[in-house]
């Protein structure tokens, strides 16, 4: 039977991260963020700073030119299926990556966020995904006909068996990995070089806007504002379950929706 304390274990909030003042230890942190987001997100940022000055190039507006989120990988539909695993299997290893370092600096699952699954957690992503998920589509909507975004088609994948499993992997991998990096990983570490909770809150909302601006202005200005609301949310609460389930569920509707619904809709592209 669980304690009493054990509860009240579970409902405390986590000691926030030390802040490191020797400067051979506050190196080592930024030679570690720099080597972590140059091989995950910041990279991704970077190409979509490229992708974006191409699609500005190109001529005609944004909006005339489309990206696909999930496209096919090979022509055979099993070499395919494989490489599609393989790229869920490498955002997996993104994640599993930050929360080994955050482990390795004495950071546990719970600090980071990942303690024990709660039912609030279910429920606040749910009321997170609704937040953010709706005013974002209506933001695409309206950047997409102004023509400052580019058309957005969340799944390109053939009507294959493992399609709609292999978008709900995706979703997921893309929520774990995100959520683990950009906000447990990052603000954990920008803590532990004391930065302010305000300047950590910028600098992973600009994160995650920066690798989604290759979809185009209106979806790099949603993610700053989905990154500054994920972000805060952690800080008060500590808690990083409900954004991984908020962001699964967002991913989920707009991959499996789009698929379903993408031949039998007439306005979706």
């Given at each position: ?56 190039l ?84 309206v ?57 950590a809150?910028a ?33 008060k ?33």
């Open positions: 039977m669980i304690s009493r304390d054990t509860v009240r274990a579970w409902l405390r909030p986590p000691r926030p991260a030390t802040v490191a003042l020797d400067p051979r230890e506050r190196r080592a942190l930024w030679i570690e963020i720099t080597i972590v987001l140059l091989v995950t997100f910041g990279a991704s940022a970077l190409s979509s700073l490229l992708s974006i000055a191409d699609s500005l190109t001529p005609g507006t944004l909006s005339d030119q489309t990206v696909a989120l999930n496209a096919p990988r090979a022509s055979d539909q099993l070499v395919d299926l494989a490489r599609q695993l393989l790229g869920v299997l490498r955002l997996v290893a993104w994640g599993t990556l930050g929360l080994y370092l955050l482990w390795r600096g004495g950071v546990t699952l719970r600090q980071a966020g990942l303690g024990r699954f709660r039912r609030p957690d279910a429920a606040h992503g749910v009321g997170l995904a609704a937040l953010i998920g709706l005013p974002g589509l209506g933001l695409y909507l950047a997409q006909a102004v023509g400052a975004n580019l058309t957005v088609a969340p799944s390109t994948i053939d009507d294959h068996w493992w399609r709609l499993p292999v978008l709900c992997l995706w979703a997921v991998a893309n929520s774990g990995a995100e959520e683990i990096l950009v906000v447990a990983y990052l603000l954990t570490r920008l803590r532990q070089l004391g930065w302010s909770d305000n300047s809150l600098a992973s909302a600009l994160l995650r806007g920066g690798y989604h601006l290759y979809q185009g202005f209106g979806g790099g200005v949603g993610n700053i504002v989905m990154g500054a609301v994920f972000a805060r949310y952690w800080q609460t500590g808690r990083l379950w409900p954004l991984v389930v908020a962001h699964a569920t967002i991913d989920v509707v707009a991959f499996v929706g789009y698929a379903l619904l993408r031949d039998r809709v007439g306005w979706i592209p």
